[in-house]
Antibody
Framework: QVQLHESGPGLVRPSQTLSLTCTVS??????????WSWIRQQPGKGLEWIGY???????HYNPSLKDRVFMSLDMSKNQFSLNLSSVTVADTAVYYC?????????????WGPGTLVTVSS | DIQMTQSPSSLSASVGDRVIIACRAS??????LNWYQQKPGKPPKLLIF???ILHNGVPSRFSGAGSGTDFTLTISGLQSDDFASYFC?????????FGLGTKVDIK
């Protein structure tokens, strides 16, 4: 059974960098066809795709965030990470990691439980 | 970016009702459309992929239809476990985009 779990600070100061890690179990992050994704949900709002990374190094970022986003992957730990720089209060959200399965038409499944990150001084 | 517009944004229904949620894409996405269910405090769960294919373990009362720009999610015989929010998402191109959701609550 594939499981994902986010970890990282719950509070980040404005202008600093938000850093989160997703630990994957049940499947290798070097599996072909799987993209390792970050999605966020601001309080009371919809879902925003931040981007994803493929084990061969390919990344796709949302253009709305791409100047501030960096994703990496650690195959030895079966983890992937998100860095979001220069955060503001607008970056306060629940951050989810998820598997994007591109082997067919493409979908996000499964998702981690999510972690709330608050940006505040 | 492809904009995904859901309607209604919320609805009230009773157990046993038939519920239909619509999702419209701003451009043709063929059948690259997924539906998710989200309950408060939980992550979304995949219900339907490729517009009409039920994900493993999803009850048959859920069904999806559509292609091109117009899609629907139907719940035939609403159960108490179905009161939740529902989101559509296009997998046609990047950036991946979601609808703003439809909240289904108890009448």
């Amino acid at each position: 059974q594939v499981q994902l779990h986010e970890s990282g600070p719950g509070l980040v100061r404005p202008s600093q960098t938000l850093s989160l890690t997703c630990t994957v179990s049940g499947v290798s992050v070097s599996t072909d066809g799987l993209f390792w994704s970050w999605i966020r949900q601001q309080p009371g709002k919809g879902l925003e795709w931040i981007g994803y990374i493929f084990y061969r190094g390919t990344t796709h970022y949302n253009p709305s965030l791409k100047d501030r986003v960096f994703m990496s992957l650690d195959m030895s730990k079966n983890q992937f990470s998100l860095n979001l720089s220069s955060v503001t209060v607008a970056d306060t959200a629940v951050y989810y990691c998820a598997t994007y399965d591109s082997t067919s038409s493409g979908w996000f499944d499964p998702w981690g439980p999510g972690t709330l990150v608050t940006v505040s001084s | 970016d492809i904009q995904m517009t859901q309607s209604p944004s919320s609805l009230s229904a009773s157990v046993g009702d038939r519920v239909i949620i619509a999702c419209r894409a701003s451009q043709n996405i063929a059948q690259y459309l997924n539906w998710y269910q989200q309950k408060p405090g939980k992550p979304p769960k995949l219900l339907i992929f490729a517009a009409s294919i039920l994900h493993n373990g999803v009850p048959s009362r859920f069904s999806g239809a559509g292609s091109g720009t117009d899609f629907t999610l139907t719940i035939s015989g609403l159960q108490s476990d179905d009161f939740a929010s529902y989101f559509c998402q296009q997998s046609y191109t990047v950036p991946r985009t979601f609808g703003l959701g439809t909240k289904v609550d108890i009448k």
